[in-house]
Structure formats: structure tokens, C-alpha cells
């Protein structure tokens, strides 16, 4: 995972928090794919989890989805093979998202976590490696899920 690359995408209900997530990363240094959506109107989060899922796996850059509760677009980008996408909801998710499951997509809740909140969420995600070892074996069994 390419992490000074990222792909950001959400729903209407994520669209703010998107916007100021994508404002830091670009202050940050951070390259960031904008896979939309580009207002608050209406639409529908499996399109916008599917899209920038889709150009993270491709290109090897983190992700970053949003929708309301980040529920609707963690359940849509795990669908996708090879997605481990986490909701994280504070610093200790963001870790462990990270150092246990080597989340490579964050789901954050435009409506339920705070925009420091979800910035710090962000920055801990980005920033912490994967612990690897007994780890490891746990995720090659989601891999081999994903075959059954
Ligand atoms: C949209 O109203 C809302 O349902 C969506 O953003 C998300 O929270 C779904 O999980």
C-alpha cells in the first residue's frame, strides 16, 4: 500500500467530511484521487465505495470511504476481492486496523465521528504498520475466503 497515495471517495452524507479529510492530505503532501461524489445531493454509497475501492486496489494507494455511518460503505467495499476495509471509529481502531488486519481501505461515518476525530483517525491509519507475523496466517485465511 502506497500511502503518500490516496483515493478518498462518499456518498452525500460523507461529502463534508471528505472535503476537510481531503483538504489535510493535500496540506500533508499527500497525493489524493477524488472519486466523488461532488455535492450534497442525493446518491447512493455502493457507487462511491465500488469506484475508489476499485482505483486503490489497481494503483496500490490507501482508501478512504465515507458514507453516514461508514457502515454502508465498509459492508460495499468488502465485497470487492481483496478489500480489507475497517470502521474505525477512534484511535484504537485506527491501530488495530492496521497492526492486526492490515486494513488497506478506512470507513469513516460522515455522521457519527467528528471531523478532528476523523482526521486523527486518518493519520494514525496511514502511519501504522502491519505487525505481520501470527497476523499474517489470519489474513491469508480471509484471502482463502474469498475463493470458497
Ligand atoms: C444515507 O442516508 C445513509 O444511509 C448512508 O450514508 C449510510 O449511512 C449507509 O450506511
Do not use: W
Given at each position: 500500500?502506497?500511502?503518500?497515495?490516496?483515493?478518498?471517495?462518499?456518498?452525500?452524507?460523507?461529502?463534508?467530511?471528505?472535503?476537510?479529510i481531503?483538504?489535510?492530505?493535500?496540506?500533508?503532501?499527500?497525493?489524493?484521487?477524488?472519486?466523488?461524489?461532488?455535492?450534497?445531493?442525493?446518491?447512493?454509497?455502493?457507487?462511491?465505495?465500488?469506484?475508489?475501492?476499485?482505483?486503490?486496489?489497481?494503483?496500490?494507494?490507501?482508501?478512504?470511504?465515507?458514507?453516514?455511518?461508514?457502515?454502508?460503505?465498509?459492508?460495499?467495499?468488502?465485497?470487492?476481492?481483496?478489500?480489507?476495509?475497517?470502521?474505525?471509529?477512534?484511535?484504537?481502531?485506527?491501530?488495530?486496523?492496521?497492526?492486526?488486519?492490515?486494513?488497506?481501505?478506512?470507513?469513516?461515518?460522515?455522521?457519527?465521528?467528528?471531523?478532528?476525530?476523523g482526521i486523527?483517525i486518518v493519520d494514525?491509519f496511514l502511519?501504522?504498520?502491519?505487525?505481520?507475523?501470527?497476523?499474517?496466517?489470519?489474513?491469508?485465511?480471509?484471502?482463502?475466503?474469498?475463493?470458497?
Open positions: 500500500m502506497n500511502k503518500k497515495r490516496v483515493v478518498i471517495g462518499s456518498d452525500h452524507a460523507g461529502f463534508e467530511m471528505k472535503e476537510q481531503k483538504k489535510y492530505l493535500k496540506q500533508n503532501g499527500y497525493d489524493v484521487l477524488d472519486e466523488g461524489t461532488d455535492s450534497t445531493d442525493s446518491v447512493d454509497y455502493p457507487d462511491f465505495a465500488a469506484k475508489t475501492v476499485t482505483e486503490c486496489l489497481k494503483s496500490g494507494a490507501a482508501g478512504i470511504v465515507i458514507c453516514g455511518t461508514g457502515i454502508g460503505a465498509s459492508i460495499s467495499a468488502n465485497k470487492i476481492k481483496g478489500a480489507r476495509a475497517a470502521l474505525c471509529h477512534d484511535a484504537y481502531t485506527a491501530i488495530y486496523s492496521r497492526r492486526h488486519n492490515d486494513a488497506n481501505i478506512l470507513a469513516l461515518g460522515g455522521r457519527v465521528t467528528g471531523v478532528d476525530v486523527q494514525l502511519s501504522t504498520k502491519f505487525d505481520g507475523g501470527r497476523h499474517r496466517l489470519r489474513i491469508d485465511k480471509i484471502s482463502k475466503l474469498e475463493e470458497e
